[in-house]
């Protein structure tokens, strides 16, 4: 069956989906009131009732948000993100719009966005207080849209989850992108990564936020693989829904400059695992002599449970998964 908001209406998809949910809360208020409320009351502020919500509301000819909700006594103005990062003192430019009505401003982002100091301190700026990143996420929003057996809410959380909208499954690790100590106890399950490639004579490290770890040469050809969590992927991957276990191959461009890959952009199994594979052609951003060649995409809802002893060899059979087909597909290396 054809789904209304995933027909190609030619916007870009952050104006498509603020439309798209602009008409969904005219046609549900609660939704509207579901949001605010969530919005103030994790900032610490206090509810207030919704009046209704627009798109692209008024600003300036350079300053335009993206939303508005407009509540009883207060409005929040709200900057939509989805697989893209702020613009230019984007919320500094906001924060300074001259409103009759009192106002603060809100960033939602499926992805993670590094926000100012300036716009954190800012006394009309909201962000949760529980949370270890300066904004909001659609995956904290993501179960306000609620509707039993409404066909056009179905449909919208659909659209959702094509934008990797949609929260952990596994409760123990719902905060895995937003809190600290949940990052860093996810980190001690990289060990059988680390022991399998440093058998190998591969170099491992892990990131400071304890998301990802860079494989460092795992054989003559191959510069690194950056296994990595993320809630998104960028650019945004069509096969499979977020939140995500990727994989990155970075190959020395300078060293072997005739190299090809066979068998990319398609799919691949492993145990009971589907991989997406796509092509990409890029350059490292810290070393211009870096290619980065692909990138690898599979559920991360698939591979999260309690058990750590599984959740350890599930990051690793990825990993070696991901090596694997990739050492098969190389050419002129």
């Known amino acids: 069956m054809s789904n209304i908001f995933t027909l190609s209406s030619g916007l870009a998809e952050e104006d498509r989906f603020t439309g798209s949910l602009n008409y969904l809360i005219d046609t549900y208020p609660h939704i509207g009131q579901a949001m605010c409320d969530h919005l103030l009351i994790s ?3 206090e509810k207030a009732t919704f009046i209704r919500s627009t798109d692209h509301p008024q600003g ?6 993206d939303f508005l909700l407009e509540c009883d006594g207060i409005d929040i103005v709200c900057e939509h993100k989805i697989n893209s990062p702020l613009g ?5 430019r ?4 001259q409103r009759s009505k009192p106002f603060m401003v809100a960033l939602i982002s499926n992805g993670i966005c590094d926000v100012p100091k300036a716009a954190i301190d800012h006394e009309r700026y909201i962000r949760p207080l529980n949370s270890d990143i300066a904004h909001f996420s ?13 066909r056009l809410i179905s449909d919208f959380l659909e659209y959702m989850r094509s934008l990797s909208m949609k929260p952990i499954a596994c409760d123990s690790w719902q905060g895995l992108f937003d809190h600290s100590d949940v990052a860093e106890a996810f980190g001690h399950h990289w060990q059988e990564v680390k022991g399998y490639f440093k058998n190998e004579g591969a170099t491992c490290r892990l990131d400071p936020s304890k998301l990802a770890i860079q494989i460092g040469q795992p054989n003559n050809w191959l510069h690194l693989i950056y296994v990595f969590v993320s809630p998104n992927a960028e650019p945004r991957h ?3 829904d977020g939140p995500y276990l990727g994989a990155r191959l970075y190959i020395n461009n300078a060293k072997f400059p005739d190299y090809a890959f066979q068998g990319l952009d398609q799919t691949f199994e492993y145990g009971e695992h ?10 490292a951003g810290w070393n211009k002599d870096l290619a980065l060649v692909s990138d690898y995409y599979t559920s991360l809802d698939e591979m999260l449970t309690t058990n750590s002893d599984v959740l350890k060899r599930n990051l690793k059979e990825f990993a070696v998964a991901v090596y694997e087909h990739a050492s098969k597909s190389v050419q002129g290396v």
Do not use: C, H
Request: glycine share 12%; no cysteine; proline share 5%.
């Open 238 to 240: 069509e096969g499979v």
């Open 274 to 283: 589907q991989v997406f594979t796509r092509t990409r052609v890029g350059v």
């Open 94 to 97: 906001y924060l300074a719009l």
């Open 138 to 150: 659609w995956q904290s929003l993501y179960p306000l849209i609620q509707g039993d057996g409404n």
């Open 88 to 92: 230019k003192r984007q919320l500094e």
């Open 60 to 65: 300036t000819m350079e300053d335009r948000p």
């Open 43 to 45: 900032a610490g502020l």
